[in-house]
C-alpha cells in the first residue's frame, strides 16, 4: 500500500482572506492562472488579489486559459510569465487548475521546451496554490494535470505528478455558476468516485475515501434538481469533489474518462458530462457486489434508475459511428489505454458500453 497526498487542504467562508498569511509565504512573486471571465464575477480573482497587493507580493495575472487547456495555451501562459515567479496560483474550474500545473513545471525547467510536458522524467515544479470554482475535477488537490493534445485529437495526464501545495476551497464561488457547471461538474465528481471504487488500483484508503463521499452525494440529485443553492449545498458539493480528488489521486480514474476525451475533443461535450454517459455501462460490466455497494451508498435501487438520473441532469449524447469506430479501436488496441479498469475489456464489451451510453448515429 503506498500512499501520499501532501496538499494542504482549507475549505471555508472567505478562505482567500482567512489564509492570506498561507498564501503569501509561498513568496515574493506570483503567476495567477485563469479563466476569461468567471474568476473575475465570482470575486475569487479580487479576493486574491487584495491578499497579494496587502502582503506586498508582485503579481502577474495570465487569465487567457481555455475549457479543456491545450499544450500551445499552456506555453502562452508560460511565455508571458515574469522571469522572478516564486510560485503559481491557480484559480477556476480544472481547466485553469490543471494548467497552472503545467506552468509550473515549465517555469522550474525554464532551460527545457514544451516536449517536457509530456516527457517521462523527475522534473520538479513551483509550489501551486489551487482556488476551485467548479465542483467536480477535484484539481485542487490531485498530481494531475490534462490537456488537449491537437496533434493526436484527444486529451491526455502529463506522466508529472504536480501536487498543488495549497489548496483554498470558498464554496460560495459556485454562486455565480450556472446550472448546467454545477450538474456536469457534481456528475464528474460522481464518475471519480465510482472509477476509483472500481479500479484495479483501489485500497482501503481511496475506498474511504469513495464511501464517505458517496454516501453524500445522496443529496445531490434533490440539490441539482431543485436548484437548492445555498452555502450548505455549495460546500457539500465542493468537499464531494474534493474527496473524489483525494480518490483519484490514489487509484487513477478509469474507463469512462478514457472513453470520454475523444468525445469532449472531436464533439465538444463537456467533461463531466462526457464521463457521466459511461458510467453506467462501467458499472455493470464490473462485480455485483461493487455494483451494489455504490448503488446502496448513493442511494439508487438499480443501475437503471442512477443512468436516468445522470441524463436527466446532464442530457443524451449522440455519437456519429466513425467516432466510436475510432475510438473502440484506438482504446483496444493500446492496453495503456484501458486505464485502471479491473476487469478484462475487449473490443465487443467496449462495443457493448458504447451502445448502452450513447446513441450511435
Ligand atoms: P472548466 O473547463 O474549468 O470550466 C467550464 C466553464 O465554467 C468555463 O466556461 C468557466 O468559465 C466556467 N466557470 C468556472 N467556474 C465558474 C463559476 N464559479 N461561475 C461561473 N462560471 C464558472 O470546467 P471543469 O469541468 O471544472 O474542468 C474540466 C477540465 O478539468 C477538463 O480539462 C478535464 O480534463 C479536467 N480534469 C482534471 C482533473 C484532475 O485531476 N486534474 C480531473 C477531472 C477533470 P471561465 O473560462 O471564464 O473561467
Ligand atoms: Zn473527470
Redesign the pocket.
Known amino acids: 500500500m503506498y500512499y501520499k497526498l501532501p496538499t494542504e487542504l482549507h475549505c471555508e467562508k472567505n478562505c482567500i482572506i482567512n489564509h492570506a498569511d498561507d498564501i503569501c509565504a509561498h513568496g515574493k512573486s506570483a503567476y495567477i492562472i485563469?479563466?476569461?471571465?468567471?474568476?473575475k464575477?465570482?470575486g475569487s480573482l479580487n479576493d486574491v488579489i487584495s491578499v497579494l497587493e496587502s502582503g506586498h507580493i508582485s503579481y502577474k495575472i495570465f487569465d487567457g486559459?481555455c475549457?479543456?487547456?491545450s499544450i500551445e495555451n499552456v506555453m502562452e501562459a508560460v511565455k508571458t510569465a515574469s522571469e522572478s515567479t516564486d510560485f503559481v496560483i491557480g484559480i477556476?474550474?480544472?481547466?485553469?487548475?490543471?494548467a497552472s500545473k503545467a506552468v509550473s513545471l515549465m517555469l522550474a525547467n525554464p532551460d527545457k521546451n514544451e516536449d517536457l510536458l509530456y516527457q517521462k522524467c523527475d522534473a520538479g515544479y513551483l509550489p501551486v496554490v489551487t482556488i476551485p470554482?467548479?465542483c467536480?475535477?477535484?484539481?485542487e488537490i490531485?498530481p494531475?494535470?490534462?490537456l488537449t493534445i491537437h496533434s493526436l485529437c484527444t486529451?491526455s495526464s502529463l506522466p508529472h505528478k504536480i501536487y498543488p501545495s495549497l489548496a483554498l476551497i470558498d464554496p460560495m464561488?459556485?454562486d455565480?455558476?450556472?446550472d448546467t457547471?454545477l450538474k456536469?461538474?457534481a456528475i464528474?465528481a460522481l464518475g471519480?468516485l465510482i472509477e476509483s471504487y472500481i479500479n484495479k488500483n483501489a485500497s482501503g484508503i481511496s475506498k474511504m475515501f469513495c464511501n464517505h463521499a458517496l454516501s453524500m452525494w445522496k443529496a445531490v440529485p434533490y440539490i441539482l434538481k431543485n436548484n437548492i443553492r445555498s452555502y450548505e449545498s455549495y460546500e457539500l458539493l465542493m468537499m464531494i469533489s474534493a474527496y473524489a480528488?483525494m480518490a483519484?489521486s490514489h487509484t487513477g480514474t478509469s474507463l469512462p474518462h478514457k472513453l470520454s476525451y475523444p468525445l469532449t475533443y472531436e464533439r465538444n461535450v463537456?467533461?463531466?458530462k462526457a464521463v457521466g454517459t459511461f458510467l453506467c455501462a462501467y458499472m455493470r460490466h464490473a462485480d455485483i457486489y461493487s455494483c451494489n455497494h455504490i448503488l446502496s451508498l448513493c442511494g439508487f435501487a438499480t443501475v437503471q434508475i442512477l443512468a436516468d438520473t445522470i441524463h436527466e441532469l446532464c442530457g443524451h449524447i449522440e455519437v456519429p459511428l466513425s467516432l466510436a469506430k475510432k475510438s473502440v479501436k484506438d482504446i483496444s488496441s493500446d492496453p495503456k489505454k484501458l486505464g485502471n479498469c479491473p476487469y478484462p475489456v475487449n473490443e465487443e464489451i467496449l462495443w457493448d458500453i458504447y451502445n448502452e451510453s450513447v446513441k450511435i448515429i
Open positions: 485563469t479563466g476569461k471571465h468567471s474568476s464575477e465570482n486559459v475549457e479543456n487547456p477556476g474550474g480544472g481547466s485553469p487548475l490543471d470554482t467548479t467536480g475535477t477535484g484539481s490531485t494531475y494535470s490534462i486529451k464561488y459556485l455565480s455558476a450556472p457547471v456536469n461538474t464528474d471519480h480528488g483519484i463537456p467533461h463531466g
